[in-house]
């Protein structure tokens, strides 16, 4: 379907949170600052700027400066020091971005709007493209109906502004990375501004033969006619040339043993020049805000997203036999010797292995619109109330070809010139992997009450109504009501606790093993804590939740494709976190977070695959004036992700990822208009698996990333 939508669209204004530390008297002096925000507004969680501690319910929101000075070259990297979050799971995964929240995987907004809906349909975001990424745990599908139960992840794109200002850098880092990016905005007019964000980059990966370039441009414009109306038009289009970092390597070799040592991280299996994750993405948004007097005022917003992609790729037949892959080629026939049993014989010196060749051709088209109004009012002397009800709608539609062939190779010694390039198409046969058109229509209604401005009670509920049609089937149509409940109260200065019940629905996009399509998940979750701020620059929070939710898709081990899928009945997640930032005199910033969490499937006593119960993580920076215009800033941090097991028929007693602490520095030095910054994570370049899965294969972590960026801002 090709989508040409007319409206009149618009959105609360997703407003960055202040943060707190010494004046500044320049843009470099800035980059000392971290978000803290304790009293300060945010507006995801609830959809109004509601201050932090009177929402009932774990908000994490990070700046760009902290993240882009943490040295974050993904949307998943921006996650790295964030409480009760798994970042990039999978390691440096070039084809999309993960997170686990709370054991689950977390779903991507965009101003509030979700942008994915498959897997491998699209290409990753960009990070210097936001002004932050918030964070939500736990459910929000009372507001933003498509929402995982671990919780959304949101991202707020950089918007026009009336003052001028900008910056335009030059970076240069491992793997040759080779780079070039600005930032423009200011006034066009009295009551016209404009912005232009683009990133051009030319870089290797830690993998052999695998690019990551990338073009990325975003123009943007503003109206506001008056004080009381502003209307934005953001555009992107970003083009990624690039590859798999991950190459789904065998057990026996990686994490286990073989005679012949061990694979290397940077090893690729695959036919280079063939292999490739290539996309083109445009998208356009429109934002409208209007306030109609002080108490009463309208967001309306709208996206479109076009998006193609051709993934090409290689990976080991490594599933069919976990333990021992290796097969005995027939030196005659070039094919698998077979025993009485029609099972492979293993080859004696482990070195042969089973090649997958799959290509897959991917077209994905989404619209999405959400419209509210807030009415403000008192029902009391100290009784008021934000008062918010609003519809939305989104349509996406996916289709996917695909083709697969076997090869074999040794992968100890790869002869790729003798790899099959298919013409430089898919491989054949080909069929239709994924045709799956779906709608969701949403209504929600929410009221946010504050007594005696001590105690804030959140209610909220929300009717969602879903169809799905796969393959040309027939049209699955479900519906679903969602509420949500909380309270918080600020009992002493500076000492919040909370209760908050939160319900999920997660309409799938995609198809189980037998070609049906999924039906939603859905979820509840119960949750009590405490915020901690005596004073506008610290804030400290302690919770622990209860998670359950049914119809999630596991593995369908009835198959002998390790990526197809069956929905199963309940999982439940269980865990404590805490999370505490202050920005203290001197200049000195710091962030502390620490997680634990057990998640299962109801009925194992088995913890997720790679799931790992326990993570921490701590970072500082600090300012320091040299004297004149010069300034340094020096910050570090540490990263513990702590052991995770998997379980599966060749390992029912499973195998154990360990556990890995990473550091992460950096040093900028700024002179006037003029900085030059060194980042570097994984400073100390720890070799490590980021997971390694019973089904038969290992995800390398990210080995030491370093880069210089001289940067000139006005």
């Known amino acids: 379907m090709r989508l040409l939508k007319i409206a009149v669209l618009g959105t609360t204004a997703l407003a960055p949170l202040p943060a707190f530390a010494e004046s500044a008297a320049d843009d470099f002096e800035q980059r000392t600052i971290i978000v803290t925000g304790a009293l300060e507004d945010a507006s995801t969680a609830t959809k109004t700027d509601t201050p932090i501690i009177e929402t009932p319910q774990p908000i994490t929101v990070i700046d760009d400066e902290l993240y882009l000075a943490q040295g974050a070259i993904s949307i998943g990297d921006t996650l790295n020091y964030v409480a009760g979050v798994t ?55 009372v507001l933003f109906g498509q929402g995982a139960l671990g919780g959304i992840v949101n991202l707020v794109s950089k918007r026009p502004e009336f003052e001028t200002s900008g910056e335009a850098s030059i ?34 990966t830690q993998t052999d033969h695998v690019p990551d370039d990338r073009i990325m441009v975003s123009p943007s414009i503003t109206f506001q006619p008056s004080p009381d109306t502003k209307l934005t038009f953001i555009g992107l289009y970003q083009e990624d040339d690039g590859g798999s970092t991950s190459q789904f390597l065998p057990l026996v070799g990686t994490i286990l043993p073989n005679p012949n040592g061990k694979l290397p991280n940077s090893l690729f299996i695959g036919k280079p020049g063939w292999d490739r994750y290539d996309g083109r993405l445009l998208q356009g948004t429109a934002l409208l805000e209007h306030r109609f007097n002080e108490s009463a005022r309208i967001n ?15 990976y080991p037949n490594s599933y069919s036999n976990p333990a021992n892959p290796y097969v ?56 008021e109330h934000k008062l918010l009800a609003g519809i939305d709608y989104s349509f996406n539609s996916v289709h996917k070809t695909d083709g697969l062939a076997t090869e074999y190779i040794d992968i100890y010694n790869i002869d790729y010139g003798a790899l099959s390039n298919y013409g430089g198409g898919l491989p054949t046969p080909t069929n239709v992997s994924e045709d799956v058109d779906q709608d969701q229509l949403g209504i929600y209604v929410q009221d946010q009450i504050r007594f005696f401005d001590r105690v804030s009670i959140v209610l909220g509920a929300r009717r969602d109504w879903t169809s799905a049609q796969s393959k040309g089937g027939p049209t699955r149509h479900d519906a679903a009501t969602t509420f949500r409940a909380g309270v918080i109260a600020e009992i002493v200065d500076g000492v919040s606790p909370f ?26 979750q119960f949750e009590a804590g405490i915020k901690f701020h005596p004073t506008d620059a610290i804030l400290m929070t302690v919770t622990g939740y209860h998670i359950k939710e049914s119809n999630r898709p596991v593995s369908d081990d009835s198959t002998d494709d390790p990526f197809d899928q069956i ?5 439940t997640s269980k865990g404590i976190e805490f999370e505490g930032r202050a920005a203290l005199p001197g200049e000195l910033n710091i962030i502390a977070n620490a997680s634990y969490n057990e998640a299962e499937i109801a009925g194992t006593g088995q913890q997720l695959d790679n799931v790992p119960k326990f993570n921490a993580s701590f970072w500082a920076t600090k300012g320091f004036s040299l004297g004149g215009d010069t300034r340094l800033l020096l910050g570090g941090g540490v990263r513990h992700v702590g052991k995770n097991r998997s379980f599966g028929p060749a390992f029912p007693g499973g195998i154990v990822t360990p556990s890995f602490t990473l550091v992460d520095a950096l040093a900028e030095i700024s002179y006037g208009n003029w900085g030059f910054a060194l980042n570097a994570t994984n400073l100390f370049d720890k070799r490590y698996y980021s997971a390694c899965l019973a089904r038969g294969d290992c995800f390398m972590g990210s080995e030491r990333n370093i880069m210089g960026t001289l940067s000139y801002r006005f």
Do not use: C, W
């Open 87 to 141: 970042a990039n799971p999978y390691g440096p995964d070039s084809r999309v971005d993960g997170a686990l929240v709370r054991g689950i995987n977390a779903l991507q907004f965009r101003d509030g709007m979700r942008d994915i809906f498959s897997y491998y349909a699209s290409i990753r975001s960009d990070p210097y493209n936001f002004d932050q990424v918030e964070l939500v745990r736990g459910p929000a599908s």
């Open 171 to 204: 970076r240069y880092g491992s793997f040759d990375r080779k780079e070039a990016l600005v930032d423009v905005t200011g006034p066009l007019g009295d009551t016209v501004a404009g912005r232009i964000v683009a990133r051009l980059r030319d870089a290797g």
């Open 300 to 314: 309306l917003k709208a996206r479109y997203i076009d998006s193609d992609l051709s993934y090409f790729t290689h």
């Open 328 to 383: 005995l080629l027939d030196p005659v026939t070039g094919k698998p010797v077979l025993d009485d049993k029609k099972v492979p014989v293993p080859d004696p010196e482990q070195r042969t292995i089973g090649l997958y060749s799959s290509g897959s051709i991917a077209r994905m088209e989404i619209f999405s619109t959400d419209n509210n109004v807030q009415l403000d009012f008192n029902t009391g002397s100290a009784i």
């Open 499 to 524: 209760f908050s019940y939160t319900e999920s629905f997660e309409p799938i996009a995609e198809t189980a093993s037998n070609g049906s399509a999924f039906i939603p998940k859905s979820g509840r």
């Open 567 to 571: 929905q199963i009945g309940s999982l």
